[in-house]
């Protein structure tokens, strides 16, 4: 979900690094991945409203949160692989997701204090709001990956403290930790896989076998819906918050991890491997999931979803279609260029340029003459 979150230049999300190497080919792959993941967070969101109405799209609604989400984070986990605490990797994590954070944050605030017409909505940067807990999530991740790729076992380390988070009520809302902590484990996993990890599920078996994984998670959707509170698939709650005994916090963290990865694992069967009319798209996949949020928003605010034909399968089809274009157009390079002010900035004015920079410069100058001398 980026524009400039994976260290090579793939552009993860829901997914921020260094801009891309000369001569080096994106994998359209990933790209793919990103903007089919990003459509259905704007189907998922556009679905909110009027899924108390509907146990059918209840029930999809539950199977597309169990998978999204973490897919998203796998891939900015995979594409983190090559994070350091190098100065110029530190700058663009800081201009690629903390102040992309502290902008939608304020922007968020105001709209809902305005729009929503709710004057105690105060703008704060320690409680994120609607969409940007995961540019502060992927921040703090992003920051300790040296340490995870350190560690003999760090994706056990990583479900034990999510476990831990979802038994620990206290840790409150700051920086909404409770999904740092419980989306952990996804990131973490990304960061330990290998190129030969996707190429496994990129098989026609694993195609075939997705079709009744799917069907069968999509049954158990629609039989959970009265039966299984959908807010354990936020990951923002401990137990003791959703009314449930403390021990099935971790009881359900490894069990929605399981299902996120079998599911995770079936979406990118599904994924297309070649180059697609919308594979250009994944590289602004940042632009479509923090831009969407105002357009649901407004109509959460304004009674766009009050109408009674929305809440009929004909109604919920085109609503659902109306997402997927809406998103598809935030990814679009003409609305990249327009925000990129605030999802890209170069603020070269914040910063000192470090040694090695400095003399990557020279050599590129020390080439150009050479050339020019020839």
């Keep these: 979900m980026t524009n400039s979150l994976q260290p090579n230049g793939h552009n993860t999300t829901p997914q921020q690094a260094s801009p891309p190497q000369r001569g080096k080919q994106r994998d359209a792959f990933f790209d793919n991945a990103k903007y089919l993941a990003i459509v259905l967070v704007a ?6 409203p009027l899924k108390g ?11 597309v949160y169990t998978f999204h989400m973490p897919a998203f984070i796998i891939i900015s986990g995979y594409f983190s692989r090559s994070f350091d605490m190098r100065p110029d990797r530190l700058r663009r994590l800081v201009t690629g997701v903390l102040v992309p954070y502290v902008i939608f944050e304020t ?62 009520p206290d840790i409150g809302n700051d920086l909404d930790l409770q999904r740092v902590l419980q989306f952990l484990p996804y990131f973490v996993l990304g960061l330990c896989m290998k190129p030969e990890h996707f190429q496994k ?16 998670a999509l049954v158990f959707g629609w039989w959970a819906v009265p039966r299984m509170n959908t807010a354990w698939f936020y990951h923002r709650d401990a137990a003791q918050e959703l009314a449930a ?37 994944g590289a602004g996949t940042l632009y479509g999931y923090l831009l969407h949020g105002f357009v649901i928003k407004a109509g959460d605010f304004y009674g766009w979803f009050d109408h009674a034909w929305m809440r009929k399968p004909l109604g919920e089809i085109a609503l659902t279609l109306a997402a997927a274009a809406v998103v598809t157009l935030l990814c679009t390079p003409p609305v990249q260029r327009v925000f990129r002010f605030a999802m890209e900035p170069e603020m070269k004015w914040a910063f000192k340029r470090d040694a090695a920079e400095l003399a990557r410069e020279r050599e590129k100058q020390e080439r150009r003459r050479e050339m020019a001398n020839v």
């Design 245 to 281: 005994p403390w021990w099935t916090g971790p009881v359900m963290v490894l069990a929605l991890f399981g299902c996120s990865l079998l599911l995770t694992a079936c979406f990118f069967a599904w994924v297309p491997r070649r180059k697609m009319w919308f594979t250009a798209l």
């Design 53 to 63: 109405d509907s146990r059918i799209l209840e029930g999809v609604y539950t199977v």
């Design 107 to 168: 922007a968020y605030s105001l709209f809902k204090r305005y729009g929503d017409h709710d004057p105690g909505m105060d703008v704060s940067l320690l409680d994120p709001w609607y969409l940007t807990w995961f540019l502060i999530a992927l921040f703090i991740w992003r920051l300790t990956t040296p340490l995870w790729k350190n560690l003999r076992w760090p994706l056990p380390v990583a479900l034990g403290i999510a476990m831990f988070g979802t038994v620990s």
């Design 201 to 216: 599920v990129r098989t026609r078996t694993m195609r075939i076998v997705a079709v009744p994984v799917f069907a069968a």
């Design 43 to 48: 189907m998922g969101h556009s679905w909110e």
